[in-house]
């Protein structure tokens, strides 16, 4: 496994909960232990985070996207789903492989009645290494169901998306 420096620029402010489990071990040669030299945490649901520091969601003033934490912030109310947004740096999601017990990034819309209808421009900058491992599921992607919405200019690299049906990396369908 790798390990990942958490920070709360990571994420922005709000709750964390976390699944903890705790063990003890023996090696062969009869040491034992009863902690870890390392914590591992997995960060199984997050909420209430901070909108982006500029923006206020219209077409003449888009949320500034730079962090991802402010790409989480999105997903995280369907309220903000038609909303505009312009992203202003290259993002690593290099985290998402961590998120929500190994089903990786939650798709931002995930079905007709809760789809994403806004304007999301990548400005021509990219979203490293997002995860998304959810094989049962469908409409899975970065956008997992877009209805009237625009998605321009943004770019992938690295990403590890699975699927059951409708699946894309940047967005798993549209109508």
């Given at each position: 496994?790798?390990?990942?420096?958490?920070?709360?620029?990571d994420f922005g402010s709000?709750?964390?909960?976390?699944?903890?489990?705790?063990?003890?071990?023996?090696?062969?040669?009869?040491?034992?232990?009863?902690?870890?030299?390392?914590?591992?945490?997995?960060?199984?649901?997050?909420?209430?985070?901070?909108?982006?520091?500029?923006?206020?969601?219209?077409?003449?003033?888009?949320?500034?996207?730079?962090?991802?934490?402010?790409?989480?912030?999105?997903?995280?109310?369907?309220?903000?789903?038609?909303?505009?947004?312009?992203?202003?740096?290259?993002?690593?999601?290099?985290?998402?492989?961590?998120?929500?017990?190994?089903?990786?990034?939650?798709?931002?819309?995930?079905?007709?009645?809760?789809?994403?209808?806004?304007?999301?421009?990548?400005?021509?900058?990219?979203?490293?290494?997002?995860?998304?491992?959810?094989?049962?599921?469908?409409?899975?992607?970065?956008?997992?169901?877009?209805?009237?919405?625009?998605?321009?200019?943004?770019?992938?690299?690295?990403?590890?998306?699975?699927?059951?049906?409708?699946?894309?990396?940047?967005?798993?369908?549209?109508?």
């Amino acid at each position: 496994e790798s390990e990942i420096p958490l920070s709360p620029e990571d994420f922005g402010s709000g709750t964390l909960d976390f699944k903890v489990s705790s063990w003890n071990f023996k090696d062969p040669s009869g040491y034992s232990a009863d902690q870890p030299s390392r914590l591992y945490v997995e960060v199984v649901n997050y909420s209430g985070t901070q909108g982006p520091n500029s923006g206020d969601g219209t077409e003449s003033n888009p949320y500034q996207i730079q962090t991802f934490a402010d790409l989480w912030w999105i997903g995280q109310d369907d309220s903000r789903w038609n909303k505009h947004y312009i992203q202003t740096a290259d993002i690593d999601a290099l985290r998402s492989n961590y998120l929500n017990s190994g089903l990786g990034w939650d798709p931002i819309g995930n079905s007709i009645s809760s789809s994403f209808e806004g304007v999301y421009d990548g400005q021509g900058h990219y979203i490293d290494n997002l995860t998304i491992n959810r094989p049962l599921e469908e409409y899975v992607g970065f956008f997992g169901y877009i209805y009237q919405g625009t998605i321009k200019n943004l770019r992938f690299e690295n990403g590890n998306i699975k699927g059951k049906e409708a699946v894309g990396i940047a967005v798993g369908s549209t109508y």
